[in-house]
């Protein structure tokens, strides 16, 4: 397997993950679907070796990920960020949140990508209410959440970079001088 950080193949002594990342090239796989491919069995999604293989994928920015509601994508996120990256930040400041200066969105594959040169993850947008989220990201107006999917996008512009609070100064270094 190819990993893109190091240059090579990424190291994997067993032939168990090759079911799984065979499955991984045609279809989008939940982590019970992919469990069950790496290692059928009882253990499912808890077998460690099964975590440690997941945890590298995610890590050589191999996974992508995908939110659904209702059986509907409502985002993608390329490469796989942690799972941290989608929980809403501790202690995050009270007030609007705007879209970082260096974010940028455009249309592509049916959807809307939302993008940055300062992290290394594209976010496409499917649910078209997010729309008006990011909308409402760029005016810098108060933005609450109406649905589970929605907070999650929310807490993942947040915590890569590509949401600030609106009260955040402007930093002083190169990137003040950066622009399109």
Not at 136 to 163: H, Q
Request: hydrophobic content about 45%; charged content about 15%; overall charge negative.
């Amino acid at each position: 397997m190819f990993c893109p950080h190091t240059g090579g193949l990424a190291a994997w002594k067993s032939l168990q993950p090759l079911p799984l990342v065979r499955a991984l090239g045609g279809a989008w796989l939940d982590q019970e679907a992919m469990a069950a491919h790496f290692a059928p069995g009882p253990s499912g999604p808890a077998n460690p070796s099964f975590q440690l293989f997941l945890l590298r994928l995610i890590a050589a920015g191999l996974l992508d990920l995908r939110v659904r509601e209702n059986d509907q994508p409502i985002f993608d996120v390329s490469p796989a960020p942690t799972e941290e990256a989608l929980r809403p930040p501790e202690g995050s400041p009270a007030g609007p949140l705007r879209l970082n200066r260096f974010a940028y969105l455009r249309a592509q594959d049916g959807g809307l990508l939302l993008e940055s040169p300062l992290t290394p993850h594209r976010l496409w947008l499917w649910h078209p209410p997010l729309l008006g989220l990011v909308n409402n990201l760029s005016a810098g107006r108060e933005v609450t959440p109406a649905d589970a999917g929605e907070a999650a996008c929310l807490a993942l512009l947040r915590n890569l970079g590509l949401a600030e609070p609106v009260a955040a100064p402007e930093a002083d270094d190169s990137l003040s001088f950066w622009e399109f």
